[in-house]
């Protein structure tokens, strides 16, 4: 059983800059890749950004890349989520996951998920 606990969500004024963190327990993190996805209101879930099980490779959505950072720290069982030059669009919850197989960017494809934190972007 895996447990994932994200947190570090808050509202920040529109240009902020955030971290997220999740915490992993149970199953040896590192082995599953770990991804970030978000939910707005009234909208689909959608992914973010997504870390393989080394940390040696990166995938990001268009819509942050160039101004979120995935991360993890597979020593500590934390993944992080660093967001600069934050825009009212990304409000959103974010939630954490983990993927055994399976395409990256695929939230279909996430067996572990944490139960979000809200990040509220302000004008």
């Known amino acids: 059983q895996v447990q994932l606990d994200e947190s570090g969500g808050r509202l920040v004024q529109a240009g902020g800059s955030l971290r997220l963190s999740c915490a992993a327990s149970?199953?040896?993190?590192?082995?599953?890749?770990m991804g970030w996805f978000r939910q707005a209101a009234g909208k689909e879930r959608e992914f973010v950004a997504a870390i393989t099980r080394g940390g040696t490779s990166t995938y990001y959505a268009d819509s942050v890349k160039g101004r979120f950072t995935i991360s993890r720290d597979n020593a500590k069982n934390q993944g992080y989520l660093q967001m600069s030059s934050l825009k009212p669009e990304d409000t959103a919850i974010y939630y954490c996951a983990g993927s055994l197989e399976g395409a990256v960017k695929d939230g279909t494809n996430y067996r572990y998920w944490g139960q979000g934190t809200q990040v509220t972007v302000s004008s």
């Open positions: 149970g199953r040896t993190f590192s082995s599953y890749v």
